[in-house]
């Protein structure tokens, strides 16, 4: 948040805070009550959100302060702490004026000489939303001296009420502010061409084009009331017109009175632009209009970048699909559909199932051997237990002559290898000898 910093010049007051600088300046009759203007000018190079806060004197109650409806009355807010803010956002370059009134008998210029605060609104400031709005007054309060600013623009001139009368503008459309209702927006008026005891005088539609007097503290005086009742009245009449409330014969009393001609039926004009057009008028066709179009256009019709990487993502993704839908057609063409390969796979399932059914069959029949298998086991274990121990007695006996036989077979290996051995030795000897 960037503060001011304050300089005077002649009678105004200028403050700056960062690229924007403002001049505050009091003027006691430029307005129908005393005024405090403000000059706002930006210097910078981007946009700028800054807020102008304003102390009002002790000699001004704050039921007394008011905005200009032509000079962004909504962009202030009084508070009760007598101070008014100011909220705006300036284009580079950019200059704002905006004023609050005051009424009061004797405007003390001095008294409004005080510098203006000026902060700058952004990432290193403040928001908006710290204004503290349980204590800005309503703006009910300040209606009084807003309808005192704008009450030269609020009067209905000569100009509103022939527009009127000629029903090309409603009521409130004129150049100057437009015409009014009254402030509680409830007055009704009624034209009534007999007895006149509930009728207009058209010496009060005259009276209204008056402009109010001024009292020269910046007060309103009585003929004001008078004069402001009278415009009022002025715009109600309007209103009642371009409402079509009002008889044709009082809106004829009105234009005689006013001087203003009765405008031309639609046959009239009709009538007088075919005598212009020289006959039936000519409708232009289509392809004409969209010719005329493309020549305005100096040709075919730009289309964004956003849209064009839009299209060419979407061709992207076409020409993807294309190429998947063609592979998946080679593999259909090439394994057939997905019908066809079931059916491959229910053969093979069925296949299956009878190998698996011989093997069952196998199965049984080697587990029916292995039972008659262990049949004659069990009848040779029972065989072998049957025979007579009498007969186990000779087998026994025959086993160890069997084992004497194989002993001295063994003795007469050693012997017979001894002879060898000697044979040797006297062979040796008997050689030695000759």
């Given at each position: 948040?960037?503060?001011?910093?304050?300089?005077?010049?002649?009678d105004a007051?200028?403050?700056?805070?960062?690229?924007?600088?403002?001049?505050k300046?009091?003027?006691?009759?430029?307005?129908p009550v005393?005024t405090?203007?403000?000059d706002l000018e930006?210097?910078?190079?981007?946009?700028?959100?800054?807020?102008?806060?304003?102390?009002v004197?002790?000699?001004?109650?704050?039921?007394?302060v008011?905005f200009?409806?032509?000079?962004?009355?909504?962009?202030?807010t009084?508070?009760r702490?007598?101070?008014v803010?100011?909220?705006v956002?300036?284009?580079?370059?950019?200059?704002?004026?905006t004023?609050?009134?005051?009424?009061v008998?004797?405007?003390?210029?001095?008294?409004?000489?005080?510098?203006?605060?000026?902060?700058?609104l952004g990432?290193?400031?403040?928001?908006?939303?710290?204004?503290d709005?349980?204590?800005?007054?309503?703006?009910?309060t300040?209606?009084?001296?807003?309808?005192?600013?704008?009450a030269e623009?609020?009067a209905?001139?000569p100009?509103?009420?022939?527009a009127a009368?000629?029903?090309?503008?409603?009521a409130?459309?004129?150049d100057?502010?437009?015409?009014a209702l009254?402030?509680?927006?409830?007055?009704?008026?009624?034209?009534d061409?007999?007895?006149?005891?509930?009728?207009?005088?058209?010496?009060?539609?005259?009276?209204?084009?008056?402009?109010?007097?001024?009292?020269?503290?910046?007060?309103p005086?009585?003929?004001?009331?008078?004069e402001?009742?009278d415009?009022?009245?002025t715009?109600?009449v309007?209103?009642?017109?371009?409402?079509?409330?009002?008889?044709?014969?009082?809106?004829?009393a009105?234009?005689?009175?006013?001087g203003?001609?009765?405008?031309?039926?639609?046959?009239e004009?009709?009538?007088?632009l075919?005598?212009?057009?020289?006959?039936?008028?000519?409708?232009?066709?289509?392809?004409?209009?969209?010719?005329?179009?493309?020549?305005d256009?100096g040709?075919?019709?730009?289309?964004p970048?956003?849209?064009?990487?839009?299209?060419?993502?979407?061709?992207?993704t076409?020409?993807d699909l294309?190429a998947?839908?063609d592979?998946?057609?080679?593999?259909?063409d090439?394994e057939?559909?997905g019908?066809?390969?079931?059916?491959?796979?229910?053969?093979?399932?069925?296949?299956l199932?009878?190998?698996?059914?011989?093997l069952d069959?196998?199965?049984?029949?080697?587990?029916?051997r292995?039972?008659?298998?262990?049949?004659?086991?069990?009848?040779a274990?029972?065989?072998?237990?049957?025979?007579?121990?009498?007969?186990?007695?000779?087998?026994?006996?025959?086993?160890?002559?069997?084992?004497a036989?194989?002993?001295?077979a063994?003795?007469?290996e050693?012997?017979?290898?001894?002879?060898?051995?000697?044979?040797?030795?006297?062979t040796?000897?008997?050689?030695?000898?000759e």
């Amino acid at each position: 948040m960037l503060m001011a910093t304050s300089t005077e010049t002649g009678d105004a007051v200028t403050v700056s805070a960062g690229a924007v600088s403002v001049s505050k300046a009091f003027s006691p009759d430029e307005f129908p009550v005393p005024t405090v203007l403000f000059d706002l000018e930006s210097h910078a190079d981007e946009p700028v959100e800054l807020r102008l806060t304003d102390d009002v004197p002790e000699t001004v109650t704050m039921d007394a302060v008011g905005f200009h409806p032509e000079y962004d009355a909504d962009a202030w807010t009084a508070y009760r702490d007598r101070r008014v803010q100011f909220e705006v956002t300036l284009d580079p370059g950019e200059s704002v004026r905006t004023v609050y009134g005051v009424r009061v008998d004797d405007a003390d210029p001095a008294a409004f000489a005080g510098e203006p605060r000026v902060e700058l609104l952004g990432d290193d400031g403040d928001s908006p939303d710290a204004i503290d709005e349980e204590d800005a007054l309503d703006r009910e309060t300040t209606q009084e001296v807003r309808e005192a600013l704008a009450a030269e623009e609020n009067a209905a001139s000569p100009a509103d009420v022939e527009a009127a009368l000629n029903g090309g503008v409603e009521a409130g459309s004129g150049d100057s502010g437009g015409l009014a209702l009254d402030g509680d927006g409830e007055s009704q008026i009624t034209l009534d061409g007999g007895d006149g005891g509930g009728g207009i005088d058209l010496d009060d539609v005259g009276a209204a084009r008056e402009s109010p007097s001024l009292d020269p503290t910046g007060g309103p005086t009585t003929d004001d009331r008078r004069e402001t009742d009278d415009r009022s009245l002025t715009a109600a009449v309007a209103a009642e017109i371009g409402a079509g409330d009002v008889p044709d014969e009082d809106v004829d009393a009105l234009r005689d009175a006013l001087g203003v001609e009765t405008p031309p039926t639609a046959a009239e004009v009709a009538a007088e632009l075919e005598g212009d057009l020289g006959g039936e008028p000519t409708v232009p066709t289509a392809a004409e209009v969209a010719a005329e179009l493309e020549g305005d256009l100096g040709g075919e019709p730009t289309v964004p970048t956003s849209v064009e990487v839009r299209l060419d993502r979407l061709q992207s993704t076409v020409a993807d699909l294309s190429a998947y839908t063609d592979a998946l057609e080679n593999f259909l063409d090439e394994e057939g559909d997905g019908q066809q390969a079931i059916e491959g796979f229910r053969a093979d399932v069925e296949q299956l199932e009878g190998e698996v059914a011989s093997l069952d069959e196998t199965m049984a029949g080697v587990e029916s051997r292995l039972d008659e298998m262990t049949v004659t086991v069990e009848e040779a274990r029972e065989a072998a237990e049957d025979i007579d121990p009498e007969t186990e007695a000779p087998l026994d006996r025959l086993e160890d002559r069997v084992a004497a036989i194989d002993s001295r077979a063994d003795e007469f290996e050693a012997e017979a290898e001894r002879l060898d051995e000697f044979r040797e030795r006297l062979t040796g000897a008997l050689g030695a000898a000759e």
